[in-house]
Structures are given as C-alpha cells and as structure tokens.
C-alpha cells in the first residue's frame, strides 16, 4: 500500500493541476483535501511506531478509529440491557431515572432470566408493613463503647473518591447534594479540598498510606496535621484506608507535573514534587500498631467515630486483627467491607480482575469473624461494591453491613455515562477530569438535586422493599431472607450459602 499511495496521491496531484490550469481555476480547492492527506501520508510511512500506518498510510487510521468508537457502539447498539458491563443499560437508567425524578417502573415484566444459575430475589411476607408509615430516612449509629462522639450515618452514602479522581464540580455537586439530603460523602484519600467543604455536607475523611491532609514531611503520619485537618465541624467519621476492592495491595504516584499548588496545599505536600503513596502504611506495620493508631485518631478527633476500609485478601488476617482487638482491647468503631469487584478510574488489569476477595464472600466472612469474637454488638459494617439500588442495599444489609457506600451509583446521577475513560483525563461529561472545558459540562446547580434525588428515590425504594419482606427496621434483616439460584433445579438461601456462626465460638 505504499507504493499505491505515492501513485494516487501523484495522480491526484496531476490531475488537479490539470484541471485547474485546463479547465478552470476553481478546481485548485482540491488542493484543500489533497495537501493534508498527503502531510498524513508521508508522516504516516515514516514514523517508527505503527507498523500499520506505515504499511498502509491514511487509511491505516481507520482501525484506531474502530478501536476508539468500538466502545460506544457496543453500549448503545450491540449489548442487551442486562448484559453490560461494569454497569448494565437497566441498572444505569435506574439511577438516571431517579436522579431527574423520572418515571422509573418497568413495563411488562423482568427482563432477566429468573431460571439462571445466579439469579436472586427478596422473600417477601404475606402480611407485608404499610411503607408509607416507616422510617423513610433509616439511619445507624457509628460508635463504639470508646467513641464519644457517635453519628447517625445514613444507610446509603457516598463512597470515597478523591478530588483530582473527580473534578471540582464533581466534588461540589456531590457535597451539595449530600448536604441536601442528609447524608454523609466520603473524602477519598486525596485529602479534604475546599470544593468538599463549600457544600456543607457531612465528611468522612479518609486516610490512606499517603497520608494526604495529615503527611509529615517525610511521608508519615502527623498528629498535629492531622488534629488541624479534622477540626472542621463537617468532619463526622475518620477512615483508616487499608486497601481498596479495585486494587488492594497496590500503590500510586502522583507525578511531579500533577502536583500544582492547590493540589499540594490539599494534601499538606511540597508543590511540583512527586509524591509517592505505597502499597503499606508507614505508620505501622502490625495489627496492634494499627490499632493504636486508630486509638490516636479517635483522641485527636475529639472522641468522633474511627475505623478502617479494607479489600480482604485472607479471611485469616482478619481473625488475627479480631484476636488483636480482643488482646490489645482497642476497638474500631466500623469496619469497611469493599469487593473485589470494586470500581476506580485506573488500575493494572490483574489488580482489577483478579485481585481481592468478591463483596458478598467478604461481607459475610467479616460479620461471621466478628460474631465469632463477639465483637460485632461493638464494630458497625459499612458494605460497599456496586450498591446502586434498593435491591443492593436490602443484600447487602441481609449479608451483614449495618450501611452502605456507592461511588459509581452518584456518579451515574451525576451524569456519567460508563464512557470507560476514567483513566483518560477526557472524561465526557466533566465527572472524572481536570480539563477545563470538559468540566463546563457539568453544571453544579442541576446535579446536586439528581444526586439528593438519587439517594432519596433509592432508600425509599430499599424502605419498600423492607415493608415488602414484613419488618419495620433494617436491623430485623437477616441472611435467610435473600435467595440465589445455584442451579437450574436447586435454590439455596443466603444463610445456606454463608452460613452463621455462633456469637463467641472463635474466641
């Protein structure tokens, strides 16, 4: 194709040449298509990096073309509504729906096959609760016998991304919506920025191995930082970030370039200098030196709930850190619970699919473990993986969690389309990106009601499902409420699958 390309690009030069000195002079704006086919071309042959481009020139780049719309044309044209991925069709326009206050029932059945091996539902009473007269905004206490300060988290709340992850509008509308709906948003572990603040909304600020809002300058933990960060009346909860579900052992760089001033004065660093945040933390390195640190925390945040987030990798570091908490007598006040299956906006494809332990699994070895060392009447479970519906939220709270986080549910009522270019920094819809103009999509007085919508549609829709199944309260669910098809031809119940264990039985 090289050698046909310097034929017709020639070709096409004579003969628009010949046209315009023969026929007539209009004929030379071809020159307007051909010279800039012709710079591609040329520079397509004789660059050393696409063998493509350089066997076949111009038309070569119709396969990145493909490659770049094959996304988009496989979501909008080619998937079902129920087999998309990471989010299907009917579960993103359910949280569309509900963000705009838009019709939000399904026509003429389920669409998905009740017969599957997978399948899931609710048991439902015959003597269901009138949903109108329950509690229309469930809540639960976070705070165990060493907290002073407890606080009545909502059931359904926003999950840790940091600013920088997600844009400032982002930022802001979420922050206002939380605000506007009485619920609480999680900081990430990129430090509180002002766009977490300027909406009033409840924080739960969240400390990672990099220590950002807290860092010493060399790298560690700063008590006196961090006493300074957390003394913000909106500060309600602190959490200790051990690893998160889409990539559990894995650290990051934030690169020199990246790091302008407002992002260094955010995280307490030195402006234009890379800063690392490792796989471990750096301020302990056993279960004890973790726990004290969270004691510290807790003494320096004025007696306000602490605890940590963790992806679980062996179920039996978690009964080492329950053995810990029994010996050492220092309790966390929750414990996060993130899956596997975990969202983030970049992580290595091994991390992302073969790392981390699956929610459910998790979950329910984390109140079992708890239970065994009666400790769960003290430790609040906090679920978070993919919680995007009413459904989502019943599970999970049959499973074990007491509350739970969504990240990708506020971010698809913020308008988030699933573009998959997280990592991109071209984020369509200014959600996940710094680039200014992306960002002007994103209208901050809109958004924050879709987000306030969102949570208040979906927790009602959870307190329906609770009246549904007979009882008045979140705490009366129960793993022998939830069914999953295993087979064709057997249906076994959550508490068959995850069985209890006895209260005391691992001590």
């Given at each position: 194709?090289?050698?046909?390309?310097?034929?017709?690009?020639?070709?096409?030069?004579?003969?628009t040449?010949?046209?315009?000195?023969?026929?007539?002079?209009?004929?030379?704006?071809?020159l307007?298509?051909?010279?800039?086919?012709?710079?591609?071309?040329?520079?397509?042959?004789?660059?050393?990096?696409?063998?493509?481009?350089?066997?076949?020139?111009?038309?070569?780049?119709?396969?990145?073309?493909?490659?770049?719309?094959?996304?988009?044309?496989?979501?909008?044209?080619?998937?079902?509504?129920?087999?998309?991925?990471p989010?299907?069709?009917?579960?993103?326009?359910?949280?569309?729906?509900?963000?705009?206050?838009?019709?939000?029932?399904?026509?003429?059945?389920?669409?998905?096959?009740?017969?599957?091996?997978?399948?899931e539902?609710?048991?439902h009473?015959i003597?269901?609760?009138?949903?109108?007269?329950?509690?229309?905004?469930?809540?639960?206490?976070?705070?165990?016998?060493?907290?002073?300060?407890?606080?009545?988290?909502?059931?359904?709340?926003?999950?840790?991304?940091?600013?920088?992850?997600?844009?400032?509008?982002?930022?802001?509308?979420?922050?206002?919506?939380?605000?506007?709906?009485?619920?609480?948003?999680?900081?990430?572990?990129?430090?509180?920025?002002?766009?977490?603040?300027?909406?009033?909304?409840?924080?739960?600020?969240?400390?990672?191995?990099?220590?950002?809002?807290?860092?010493?300058?060399?790298?560690?933990?700063?008590?006196?930082?961090?006493?300074?960060?957390?003394?913000?009346?909106q500060?309600?909860?602190i959490?200790?970030?051990?690893?998160?579900?889409?990539?559990?052992?894995?650290g990051?760089?934030?690169?020199?370039?990246?790091?302008?001033?407002?992002?260094?004065?955010?995280?307490?660093?030195?402006?234009?200098?890379?800063?690392?945040?490792?796989?471990?933390?750096?301020?302990?390195?056993?279960?004890?030196?973790?726990?004290?640190?969270?004691?510290?925390?807790?003494?320096?945040?004025?007696?306000?709930?602490?605890?940590?987030?963790?992806?679980?990798?062996?179920?039996e570091?978690?009964?080492?850190?329950?053995?810990?908490?029994?010996?050492?007598?220092?309790?966390p006040?929750?414990?996060?619970?993130?899956?596997?299956?975990?969202?983030?906006?970049a992580?290595?494809?091994e991390?992302?699919?073969?790392?981390?332990m699956p929610?459910?699994?998790?979950?329910?070895?984390?109140?079992?473990?708890l239970r065994?060392?009666?400790?769960r009447?003290?430790?609040?479970?906090?679920?978070?993986?993919?919680?995007?519906?009413?459904?989502?939220?019943?599970?999970?709270l049959?499973?074990?969690?007491d509350?739970?986080?969504?990240?990708?549910?506020?971010?698809?009522?913020?308008?988030?389309?699933?573009?998959?270019?997280?990592?991109?920094?071209t984020?369509?819809?200014g959600?996940?990106?710094?680039?200014?103009?992306?960002?002007?999509?994103?209208?901050?007085?809109?958004?924050k009601?879709?987000?306030?919508?969102?949570?208040?549609?979906?927790?009602?829709a959870?307190?329906e499902?609770?009246?549904?199944?007979?009882?008045?309260?979140?705490?009366?669910?129960?793993?022998?409420?939830?069914?999953?098809?295993?087979?064709?031809?057997?249906?076994?119940?959550?508490?068959?699958?995850?069985p209890?264990?006895?209260?005391?039985?691992?001590?």
């Open positions: 194709m090289r050698a046909q390309f310097l034929i017709y690009i020639l070709a096409a030069f004579a003969v040449f010949l046209l315009g000195f023969v026929v007539s002079p209009h004929f030379f704006w071809l307007v298509l051909i010279v800039p086919l012709a710079v591609i071309g040329f520079r397509d042959m004789f660059q050393p990096s696409h063998a493509l481009l350089r066997n076949f020139p111009v038309i070569g780049h119709g396969r990145y073309m493909a490659d770049w719309m094959r996304p988009k044309i496989y979501q909008y044209f080619i998937e079902s509504d129920t087999d998309g991925t989010i299907n069709r009917d579960k993103r326009s359910l949280v569309y729906q509900r963000a705009k206050k838009e019709i939000d029932t399904a026509p003429f059945g389920t669409q998905l096959d009740v017969y599957a091996e997978g399948y539902w609710m048991a009473s003597r269901p609760k009138d949903s109108h007269v329950l509690n229309h905004d469930p809540r639960v206490r976070i705070g165990g016998p060493q907290c002073s300060q407890p606080y009545d988290l909502s059931i359904f709340n926003i999950s840790a991304m940091s600013y920088g992850s997600l844009s400032k509008v982002a930022v802001l509308a979420l922050n206002y919506g939380a605000q506007m709906g009485g619920f609480a948003h999680n900081t990430g572990e990129g430090g509180i920025s002002p766009y977490h603040l300027e909406g009033g909304g409840d924080l739960i600020y969240q400390v990672g191995t990099g220590y950002f809002g807290c860092r010493s300058d060399d790298g560690g933990f700063s008590p006196e930082l961090f006493r300074q960060t957390v003394a913000h009346p500060i309600k909860m959490e200790l970030k051990l690893s998160q579900g889409a990539k559990p052992g894995h990051g760089i934030l690169p020199a370039e990246k790091n302008t001033p407002e992002i260094a004065a955010i995280r307490k660093v030195t402006p234009y200098t890379q800063v690392d945040s490792p796989s471990y933390h750096r301020a302990f390195d056993t279960y004890e030196g973790m726990l004290k640190l969270i004691q510290q925390m807790r003494e320096l945040a004025g007696g306000r709930p602490v605890g940590f987030k963790l992806c679980v990798g062996y179920l570091e978690f009964k080492d850190i329950c053995r810990t908490i029994r010996q050492v007598g220092i309790y006040d929750f414990i996060t619970v993130d899956g596997g299956e975990g969202g983030t906006g992580a290595p494809l991390f992302t699919d073969h790392v981390g929610f459910r699994d998790a979950l329910a070895g984390v109140d079992n473990i065994g060392f009666d400790l009447k003290d430790i609040r479970i906090i679920g978070s993986s993919k919680i995007l519906s009413g459904f989502s939220i019943f599970r999970a049959s499973l074990g969690a509350a739970c986080y969504s990240a990708r549910g506020m971010m698809l009522a913020l308008g988030c389309i699933q573009a998959l270019e997280c990592n991109k920094n984020c369509p819809t959600v996940a990106t710094q680039d200014p103009q992306l960002m002007k999509g994103l209208v901050v007085d809109s958004k009601f879709r987000v306030a919508n969102y949570h208040r549609k979906t927790v009602e959870f307190v499902l609770l009246g549904a199944a007979g009882l008045e309260h979140p705490s009366q669910l129960h793993r022998g409420l939830v069914y999953r098809r295993v087979l064709m031809h057997e249906v076994k119940r959550y508490d068959e699958i995850y209890y264990v006895e209260t005391g039985s691992l001590i």
